[in-house]
């Protein structure tokens, strides 16, 4: 069977170094999605990979759970809002949650995956410090500067 992985994890795979990835493990503080702090950002995240993030979602059992409570808590604030302006804020809001969700639960799994989840801080500091000098030594392998 073909490993399959969709293009809205490998942005963030891509995206989050295991030092960040380990801080958003035990801190959801909105600081911490550090590549997704404007609305600029989030909604463009979102546009380019929202079919990816809700199949996740939808199938994380887990992340389900939060997801479903974000969708229900939208649909029952927007119905009480005014007018357009407010529903645009509420959707900016939701889009929020939803890439913020997303983001949490894949980083959760990459920890998982690459056994840093009982790592300490300075554990997973070594750990990408590590990979950086791999890198750097790979570049200079192929001729280029480190």
Request: hydrophobic share 40%; charged share 25%.
């Amino acid at each position: 069977m073909q490993d399959y992985t969709n293009d809205a994890v490998k942005a963030v795979m891509a995206d989050y170094t295991p030092i960040q990835v380990k801080t958003l493990m035990h801190d959801h503080d909105e600081k911490n999605f550090v590549h997704h702090q404007t609305v600029k950002d989030i909604v463009d995240f979102y546009a380019v990979h929202n079919e990816d993030i809700h199949h996740w979602l939808l199938d994380d059992s887990h992340a389900f759970e939060f997801y479903a409570e974000a969708m229900a808590a939208y649909n029952h604030a927007q119905a009480k809002c005014c007018c357009e302006h407010d529903r645009f804020e509420l959707q900016n809001e939701f889009l929020k949650d939803v890439v913020y969700i997303f983001i949490a639960t894949v980083a959760y799994d990459l920890a998982a995956s690459h056994d840093m989840i009982d790592m300490t801080m300075e554990e997973v500091e070594n750990y990408q410090l590590s990979k950086d000098l791999d890198q750097r030594r790979l570049k200079l392998l192929q001729g280029g500067k480190a």
